[in-house]
């Protein structure tokens, strides 16, 4: 059981996503970053699927009343256990009683935080709605009674596939995905677009604003979506269109010529002209860019798409194979 002490700004129940129900207008959520929950997972001997917790701006304080064992993947806020320091990609015994404490402020030095996610061995045991675990905050269903965790919510932990040798066993540690020096610090975060549907309906320098500007992620955007600010994108002519399709990372630009990249809990159609979509490979970094963050559009086809979510699996795969190495249990 986990007793939440102090939820922070947001924190709720997150698993891999709820898939499948689009044509029901079902969103699929999720984690917004599935590469850290799975990594915190892993570091845990959970499956990857596992349902962990996703922490917004920090502020967040946690009592275990069992004994387990916990990881946090992604951004860095000072995260210490009864005041021993926790470092983001390090799997951790916890004794029954102790406190995980995050603080406000990214610690790490690379770049301003916004997103962690916490993995404890076992899973949080909510019931499954749809076949997900995750919390649908617009809707109101999934997770923790479908809503944020709020200040004594108590969540139980399921049964871990740990012995107790692994439960108790030292810390250890893998190495997280890279981000370039400086990036989201005193360099831009690059993300890199395929071009949407409707990207030919742009003025030539509206598409060259796209590539060559930078873009400022405003303080107005959520899990549903980042709300760019930068120079107006304008379309060649206004016209209506009708509701199409949209996913995670789908760039929208509304009449006001600001896009909008799409997160875990957008819509499933929108009527919107799709400029762009940000690739699959490189919504982790969107996950954890920090609001008033600065961002650079990269304009990439679909052969390089593929190959850097190729590039992606196979780290995940060094991952498992590390892990097996060292007799840690695997269930991807």
């Known amino acids: 059981m986990i007793t939440v002490l102090r939820p922070g700004i947001l924190a709720s129940v997150q698993d891999l996503g709820r898939h499948g129900h ?16 799975t990594l915190a997972n892993r570091l845990v ?3 990857d699927g596992a349902a962990g917790l996703e922490i917004t701006l920090g502020n967040c304080e946690l009592r275990f009343e069992s004994d387990t064992r916990i990881a946090l993947a992604g951004d860095d806020f ?3 256990l009864d005041g ?17 404490k995050l603080g406000g402020t990214n610690a790490s030095g690379r770049k301003p935080g916004l997103r962690t996610w916490l993995a404890v061995a076992g899973g949080i045991d909510v019931l499954p709605v749809l076949g997900s675990r995750s919390t649908d905050l617009k809707a109101g269903f999934g997770g923790h009674q479908g809503r944020a965790l709020r200040k004594n919510d108590q969540l139980s932990i399921g049964p871990s596939a740990l012995d107790e040798a692994q439960r108790t066993c030292r810390q250890f540690g893998l190495r997280p995905p890279g981000w370039a020096a400086g990036e989201g610090l005193t360099e831009p975060i690059s993300l890199r677009v395929m071009q949407g549907p409707e990207y030919e309906q ?3 320098a509206a598409r060259a604003a796209l590539w060559g500007e930078e873009w400022r992620i405003t303080t107005q955007s959520n899990r549903m979506g980042s709300r760019l600010a930068g120079t107006e994108l304008k379309r060649r002519r206004h016209a209506d269109m009708l509701s199409s399709a949209v996913i995670p990372g789908t760039i929208q630009v509304p009449p006001s010529g600001q896009p909008i990249i799409l997160m875990g809990d957008a819509q499933t159609t929108g009527g919107y002209p799709r400029i762009g979509v940000v690739i699959r490979a490189d919504l982790w970094k969107l996950a954890q860019a920090p609001l008033n963050g600065r961002l650079r559009l990269v304009e990439v086809d679909a052969v390089a798409a593929r190959d850097a979510w190729d590039a992606q699996q196979r780290y995940l795969r060094q991952v498992a194979q590390g892990l097996i190495s060292a007799n840690w249990p695997v269930q991807t």
């Open 78 to 80: 000072s995260a210490c």
């Open 84 to 100: 021993q320091r926790l470092w983001p990609c390090w799997s951790v015994a916890v004794g029954a009683g102790q406190t995980l």
């Open 202 to 204: 742009y003025l030539v």
């Open 45 to 47: 001997g959970n499956a």
């Open 22 to 37: 689009r044509q029901l207008g079902i969103c699929p959520g999720g984690a917004l970053d599935t590469l850290a929950l």
